[in-house]
């Protein structure tokens, strides 16, 4: 009887045991993602204005991934300058204490303001309007040429005529051929694109068959 108890009571701790050591297991897996976060930024030097605001949201994102990490301001402008080279890094360096390491800016957003000043294209929305008036779809699908036309409409101020007009502009003979004969012009901005994609697939699909082994002409 009392190996029983006792052979039970063994038991009893070794469950407990399990689970403490499962428990310590999963705590330390967590602590590990949470330390890992996002990969460092890539080096930023100089380029292109649009080069610049995609490694600020990247920049961002990793600060705000790992706020323990980072914690004020001077961390994050440690970690800002860290991540800088060449051009970009000679615009700040008259702000860096060359004896503590000090970042004599206020705040993050400062500094990010001088990097704007400096790799900033000074007429950017000149620029997109120029830009968004070139830009074809050509033989890419209208989910890619879609992107691309948000991504410079975000620089631009245009009212929603104006954007569907310009959409249409840019769209492929093809798909151009197909609105006139299946579907009549719509108001719609989301309702043009929701039907140059169907369109797209359509003629996608047919091409597509039409090049397989076997298939004749």
């Not at 292109?48 to 490694?55: D, G, Q, V």
């Not at 949201?57 to 860290?82: F, G, S, T």
């Not at 400062?110 to 779809?137: G, H, S, V, Y």
């Not at 975000?154 to 051929?177: F, P, T, V």
Request: glycine share 6%; hydrophobic share 35%; proline share 3%.
């Amino acid at each position: 009887m009392n190996t029983n108890a006792s052979g039970s009571t063994l038991e009893q701790r070794f469950t407990q045991l399990q689970a403490q050591v499962v428990t310590m297991a999963t705590a330390q897996g967590g602590a590990n993602a949470t330390q890992k976060g996002l990969p460092d930024v890539p080096i930023f030097d100089s380029g292109k204005a649009e080069e610049l605001r995609t490694w600020i949201i990247q920049l961002r994102n990793k600060l705000a991934a790992q706020p323990h990490h980072y914690p004020d301001d001077q961390a994050c402008l440690r970690y800002l300058v860290k991540s800088l080279s060449g051009a970009a890094l000679c615009l700040i360096r008259g702000y860096v204490s060359e004896n503590t390491g000090q970042i004599r800016l206020e705040s993050l957003n400062a500094l990010i303001d001088l990097l704007r000043q400096a790799f900033n294209d000074p007429d950017r929305t000149r620029t997109t309007n120029c830009e968004i008036r070139k830009l074809k779809q050509k033989s890419s699908t209208v989910a890619a040429y879609y992107a691309e036309f948000g991504r410079m409409m975000g620089d631009l101020n245009w009212n929603e005529e104006a954007q569907r007009e310009q959409l249409y502009e840019g769209l492929s003979g093809e798909i151009k051929d197909s609105l006139v004969t299946s579907h009549p012009r719509s108001d719609s901005q989301g309702h043009l694109i929701q039907i140059c994609w169907e369109l797209d697939n359509l003629i996608r699909t047919h091409a597509a068959k039409w090049v397989q082994p076997g298939c004749t002409h």
